[in-house]
T-cell receptor, first 114, second 111 residues
Framework: AQSVTQLDSHVSVSEGTPVLLRCNYS??????LFWYVQHPNKGLQLLLKYTSAATLVKGINGFEAEFKKSETSFHLTKPSAHMSDAAEYFCVVRTDTGRRALTFGSGTRLQVQP | EPEVTQTPSHQVTQMGQEVILRCVPI?????FYWYRQILGQKVEFLVSFYNNEISEKSEIFDDQFSVERPDGSNFTLKIRSTKLEDSAMYFC?????????FGPGTRLTVT
């Protein structure tokens, strides 16, 4: 069985400073990993995905994530936060061979201060 | 850019009533899903649907739930007799390959 742990329920940064949202996963198989973002009253938008290709994955809006198998981590980063980045971020894993169900983390709310 | 759409955005119903939540997946997608998020809890997988049949379902997806693709565009989730604990945000998603694209959700409130 797979699981995802998002280490921070809430992160607050100042505009223009770096963003780090932490995620650890547990999986019996090689995982596919995703980050989704949810803005208020909006759907879940795919930011980026890792599917066993390059370990450093670039996504939309300047976000990227690095898959580290030795640390079972998939942290999301952005060099410089923008006010529009304020949202809920979900780390998601899919591992079981033949299954398509996604397992979500509990989410991290990112607040960006002016 | 194509999007998954869901209707209604908010549904209020009384306990014991049947509800149908509707979704229009992205047109060339082949796999369809329902997830739900109870307030303050994680997003949970309910069911996936492919080739006009359920391909996976979770323990949550019991006999009270059913899914249907009644025509070439809609994908529905029916809850036969709603309970208070069915109150949640329900998300529809669709995919061609591995990444799933989600709709904005339907907030279901059972009173």
């Amino acid at each position: 069985a797979q699981s995802v742990t998002q280490l921070d329920s809430h992160v607050s940064v100042s505009e223009g400073t770096p963003v780090l949202l932490r995620c650890n996963y547990s999986s019996s198989y090689s995982p596919s990993l995703f980050w989704y973002v949810q803005h208020p009253n909006k759907g879940l938008q795919l930011l980026l995905k890792y599917t066993s290709a390059a370990t450093l994955v670039k996504g939309i809006n300047g976000f990227e994530a690095e898959f580290k198998k030795s640390e079972t981590s998939f942290h999301l980063t952005k060099p410089s936060a923008h006010m529009s980045d304020a949202a809920e971020y979900f780390c998601v894993v899919r591992t079981d061979t033949g299954r398509r169900a996604l397992t979500f983390g509990s989410g991290t709310r990112l607040q960006v201060q002016p | 850019e194509p999007e998954v759409t869901q209707t209604p955005s908010h549904q209020v119903t009384q306990m014991g009533q049947e509800v149908i939540l509707r979704c229009v997946p992205i047109s060339n997608h082949l796999y369809f899903y329902w997830y739900r998020q109870i307030l303050g809890q994680k997003v949970e997988f309910l069911v996936s649907f492919y080739n006009n049949e359920i391909s996976e379902k979770s323990e949550i997806f019991d006999d009270q739930f059913s899914v249907e693709r009644p025509d070439g565009s809609n994908f529905t989730l029916k809850i036969r007799s709603t309970k208070l604990e069915d109150s949640a945000m329900y998300f529809c998603a669709s995919s061609v390959q591995i990444e799933q694209y989600f709709g904005p959700g339907t907030r279901l409130t059972v009173t």
